[in-house]
Nanobody
Framework: QVQLVESGGDSVQAGESLKLSCKASGYIFSSCGMAWYRQILGKERELVSSIKADDTTTYVDSVKGRFTISRDHGKNTVYLQMNDLKTEDTAVYYC?????????????????????WGQGTQVTVSS
Protein backbone atom coordinates (compact mmCIF):
# COMPACT_ATOMS: atom_id res chain seq x y z
CA GLN A 1 0.00 0.00 0.00
CA VAL A 2 1.56 3.24 -1.16
CA GLN A 3 1.74 5.92 1.52
CA LEU A 4 3.19 9.41 1.34
CA VAL A 5 3.57 11.57 4.44
CA GLU A 6 4.60 15.21 4.05
CA SER A 7 6.09 17.40 6.72
CA GLY A 8 7.89 20.69 7.06
CA GLY A 9 5.17 23.19 6.27
CA ASP A 10 5.15 26.31 8.40
CA SER A 11 4.43 30.03 8.52
CA VAL A 12 7.43 32.17 7.60
CA GLN A 13 8.32 35.67 6.50
CA ALA A 14 9.07 36.56 2.90
CA GLY A 15 12.69 35.86 2.07
CA GLU A 16 13.02 32.97 4.49
CA SER A 17 13.49 29.30 3.68
CA LEU A 18 11.67 26.04 4.33
CA LYS A 19 12.43 22.42 3.54
CA LEU A 20 9.54 20.08 2.90
CA SER A 21 9.94 16.32 3.30
CA CYS A 22 7.89 13.45 1.97
CA LYS A 23 8.43 9.99 3.41
CA ALA A 24 7.31 7.25 1.01
CA SER A 25 6.47 3.64 1.77
CA GLY A 26 4.77 0.65 0.20
CA TYR A 27 6.68 0.57 -3.08
CA ILE A 28 10.22 0.55 -4.46
CA PHE A 29 11.17 4.17 -4.03
CA SER A 30 13.71 4.28 -6.85
CA SER A 31 11.35 2.77 -9.42
CA CYS A 32 9.39 5.88 -10.29
CA GLY A 33 9.33 9.63 -10.28
CA MET A 34 8.07 11.94 -7.58
CA ALA A 35 6.67 15.43 -7.69
CA TRP A 36 5.56 18.34 -5.58
CA TYR A 37 2.31 20.08 -6.43
CA ARG A 38 0.75 23.04 -4.69
CA GLN A 39 -2.73 24.43 -4.46
CA ILE A 40 -3.26 28.08 -3.84
CA LEU A 41 -6.63 28.94 -2.34
CA GLY A 42 -9.18 29.32 -5.12
CA LYS A 43 -6.89 28.04 -7.85
CA GLU A 44 -6.16 24.70 -9.48
CA ARG A 45 -3.33 22.52 -8.33
CA GLU A 46 -0.01 23.38 -9.95
CA LEU A 47 2.99 21.17 -10.63
CA VAL A 48 5.88 22.86 -8.83
CA SER A 49 8.72 20.42 -9.38
CA SER A 50 9.38 16.81 -10.32
CA ILE A 51 12.22 14.34 -10.09
CA LYS A 52 12.26 11.30 -12.32
CA ALA A 53 13.56 7.81 -11.59
CA ASP A 54 16.83 8.81 -13.26
CA ASP A 55 16.92 11.93 -11.02
CA THR A 56 16.32 14.45 -13.78
CA THR A 57 14.38 17.41 -12.45
CA THR A 58 11.88 19.98 -13.65
CA TYR A 59 10.62 23.23 -12.14
CA VAL A 60 7.81 25.61 -12.89
CA ASP A 61 9.23 28.95 -14.02
CA SER A 62 8.07 30.84 -10.93
CA VAL A 63 10.31 28.78 -8.62
CA LYS A 64 13.39 28.27 -10.79
CA GLY A 65 16.51 29.35 -8.95
CA ARG A 66 14.71 29.34 -5.59
CA PHE A 67 13.43 25.77 -5.09
CA THR A 68 15.40 22.53 -5.28
CA ILE A 69 13.94 19.03 -5.38
CA SER A 70 16.02 16.07 -4.25
CA ARG A 71 15.58 12.52 -3.04
CA ASP A 72 17.36 10.29 -0.54
CA HIS A 73 16.99 6.68 -1.67
CA GLY A 74 18.31 5.37 1.65
CA LYS A 75 15.53 7.18 3.52
CA ASN A 76 12.80 6.79 0.88
CA THR A 77 12.28 10.51 1.14
CA VAL A 78 11.90 13.32 -1.37
CA TYR A 79 12.60 16.91 -0.37
CA LEU A 80 11.71 20.36 -1.59
CA GLN A 81 14.13 23.03 -0.44
CA MET A 82 12.43 26.41 -0.80
CA ASN A 83 14.56 29.54 -0.54
CA ASP A 84 13.69 33.21 -0.84
CA LEU A 85 10.04 32.46 -0.27
CA LYS A 86 7.47 34.92 -1.59
CA THR A 87 3.91 35.60 -0.49
CA GLU A 88 2.69 34.03 -3.72
CA ASP A 89 4.25 30.71 -2.63
CA THR A 90 1.58 30.44 0.05
CA ALA A 91 -0.27 27.19 -0.64
CA VAL A 92 -0.87 23.63 0.44
CA TYR A 93 1.99 21.53 -0.92
CA TYR A 94 1.39 17.91 -1.93
CA CYS A 95 3.84 15.11 -2.56
CA UNK A 96 2.91 12.81 -5.45
CA UNK A 97 4.21 9.45 -6.64
CA UNK A 98 4.05 8.83 -10.39
CA UNK A 99 2.07 6.11 -12.12
CA UNK A 100 4.09 2.95 -12.64
CA UNK A 101 5.81 2.56 -9.29
CA UNK A 102 6.89 -1.00 -8.58
CA UNK A 103 5.58 -2.84 -5.55
CA UNK A 104 5.76 -6.44 -4.41
CA UNK A 105 2.56 -8.31 -3.67
CA UNK A 106 1.29 -11.88 -3.85
CA UNK A 107 4.72 -13.16 -4.74
CA UNK A 108 5.28 -10.91 -7.73
CA UNK A 109 6.08 -7.37 -8.73
CA UNK A 110 3.36 -5.04 -9.99
CA UNK A 111 3.12 -1.46 -11.17
CA UNK A 112 0.79 1.14 -9.73
CA UNK A 113 -1.86 2.31 -12.18
CA UNK A 114 -2.53 5.75 -10.75
CA UNK A 115 -0.78 8.59 -8.97
CA UNK A 116 -0.67 8.58 -5.19
CA TRP A 117 -0.96 11.81 -3.20
CA GLY A 118 0.03 12.76 0.31
CA GLN A 119 -2.25 14.63 2.66
CA GLY A 120 -0.60 18.00 2.04
CA THR A 121 1.33 20.44 4.19
CA GLN A 122 0.54 24.14 4.55
CA VAL A 123 3.12 26.77 3.67
CA THR A 124 2.24 30.34 4.56
CA VAL A 125 4.50 33.23 3.60
CA SER A 126 3.76 36.68 4.98
CA SER A 127 5.26 40.00 4.01
Amino acid sequence: QVQLVESGGDSVQAGESLKLSCKASGYIFSSCGMAWYRQILGKERELVSSIKADDTTTYVDSVKGRFTISRDHGKNTVYLQMNDLKTEDTAVYYCVADVGCLYFSDGDYHKTIRQYWGQGTQVTVSS
